[in-house]
């Protein structure tokens, strides 16, 4: 996970949690205690501390900004904040999906900042971005999903930062006819929707998502405009079988998807869904190798890999996978 930027959560009562603060997870809060593994030897990280991890911290506060992986405790935050790689998160801070590996709060968002669109620019140049991400929360209350406004972002950026490349990170449109349409044409450079799991796991982990409709998301891109790459990512150790991992590659292939993720899912609370299982660093390596032979541009896998990390470097190991695949 790269820097997780959210502009609008602003509300002092939760960041104190004092009185009056609405529960983050309202769905979640009297369900029981699910049991918490204990991490292995091999989920370890540098602590954030060094001189670029402060400066990009110093920008955040300075702008008021509040930050995902803060929140969340990503492992990855002191890379990451090193190499001021930014992710932002459009929309709000509240989803309206409730999925069980999910520390993104709940509930029912408030309306669209019409401004938002311009701050990501601005803070985009301002931190001198050269490849960004977007992401954002579900909003199936929009009738569009939020389509147009991730268009407005899109073009935002090209206008004040035209050499950044741009690549987001988007809510699946399920039910918003016409949406993605609306984002592809807007002409982000990577594409990136996450299936999270495998289909068996879907009404535990994701239900309010459909496996089959993201595969189809994942595969019009590619008819509407085949230059852009898309990108797909999941967790393990949420109870999935090896041979559905492997089935879940052949769907994408047949997608067409250029680049798969894969890490491990980490518990945020004990309310969500527990973590079954600490897959292996040898187990990811084999994961990493068998997406490759099934013809995927690029693959990631390991425990601490997630969607935004390394966005950068791997957007210019796509486009030279591109290359050579072209030249063969």
């Known amino acids: 996970m790269a820097l997780v930027i959210d502009l609008l959560n602003n509300d002092p009562r939760r960041k104190s949690g004092g009185p009056g603060a609405a529960p983050r997870h309202p769905e979640k809060a009297h369900r029981p205690d699910q049991p918490v593994l204990r991490k292995p030897d091999w989920i370890r990280v540098k602590a954030p501390g060094s001189a670029k991890w402060a400066e990009t911290n110093k920008i955040v506060k300075e702008n008021g900004l509040v930050t995902v992986c803060e929140e969340a405790g990503c492992p990855n935050i002191g890379e990451c904040w090193e ?70 972002v899109i073009r935002a950026i090209r206008e004040l930062s035209p050499k950044t490349t741009i690549e987001i990170l988007t809510p699946d449109f399920l039910r918003k006819d016409g949406a993605l349409e609306v984002v592809v044409a807007a002409r982000p450079d990577v594409f990136n929707h996450n299936l999270e799991t495998v289909p068996s796991k879907y009404l535990t982990v994701r239900p309010g998502a459909r496996y089959f409709h993201s595969i189809r998301l994942l595969q019009r891109v590619k008819e509407l405009d085949s230059s852009i790459f898309t990108k797909s990512g999941i967790m393990v150790g949420l109870g999935e079988e090896r041979h559905e991992v492997l089935q879940l590659m052949d769907d994408l292939r047949s997608a067409d998807v250029d680049f798969l993720t894969i890490g491990q899912y980490l518990q945020p609370t004990k309310k969500h869904h527990p973590v079954l299982r600490f897959v292996t660093p040898d187990e990811f390596t084999s994961f990493e190798s068998v997406a490759r032979a099934k013809g995927f541009l690029l693959a990631s896998a390991s425990p601490l890999t997630r969607s935004s990390h390394h966005a950068g470097e791997d957007f210019a190991r796509l486009k030279a996978a591109r290359a050579a695949k072209n030249k063969a």
């Open 83 to 152: 190499k001021k790689h930014a992710t932002f998160m459009i929309m709000g801070d509240t989803c309206t999906r409730a999925c069980a590996f999910c520390n993104v709060k709940t509930g029912m968002p408030g309306a669209l900042d019409a401004n938002e669109p311009r701050h990501i620019a601005e803070a985009v140049a301002k931190l001198g971005l050269s490849h960004v991400v977007i992401t954002s929360v579900d909003r199936d209350d929009l009738a569009d999903g939020g389509a147009a406004h991730f268009a407005q």
